[in-house]
């Protein structure tokens, strides 16, 4: 098992930044890449960003340029920092753990709000 706990969303205005965060506890080990996805309203899940444990990452083609995650080894914490937010950004954002290759090690956080808006 494999705990997720997110915070960091709110109501940020056009062309704020925020960063969330994600904290991980439980059988941490079971999990080798963790990442950020997002759900607005009547759209799909979608990948935000993602990290590997060798610190590979890679990022949805809208927030690539303007976004940076990372891991804490120390506090098992996943950050997502994001500029230049617009309206689009509007979604649930959520955490996820999981193994590359083993499916059933797959967790998910309870997502926490973002909001763009003037």
């Known amino acids: 098992q494999v705990q997720l706990v997110e915070s960091g969303g709110g109501l940020v205005q056009p062309g704020g930044s925020l960063t969330l965060s994600c904290v991980m506890t439980?059988?941490?080990?079971?999990?080798?890449?963790w990442g950020w996805y997002r759900q607005a309203p009547g759209k799909e899940r979608e990948l935000v960003a993602d990290?590997?444990?060798?610190?590979?990452?890679e990022y949805e083609e809208s927030v690539k340029g303007r976004s940076l995650i990372w891991h804490d080894d120390a506090n098992d914490t996943i950050y997502l920092q994001m500029n230049g937010l617009q309206p689009e950004d509007t979604a649930i954002y959520y955490c996820?753990?999981?193994?590359?290759?083993?499916?059933?090690?797959?967790?998910w956080g309870q997502g926490t709000q973002v909001t763009v808006s003037s």
């Open positions: 990290i590997t444990r060798g610190g590979t990452s």
């Open positions: 439980g059988n941490i080990f079971r999990t080798n890449i």
């Open positions: 996820n753990a999981r193994h590359v290759t083993a499916s059933h090690e797959n967790y």
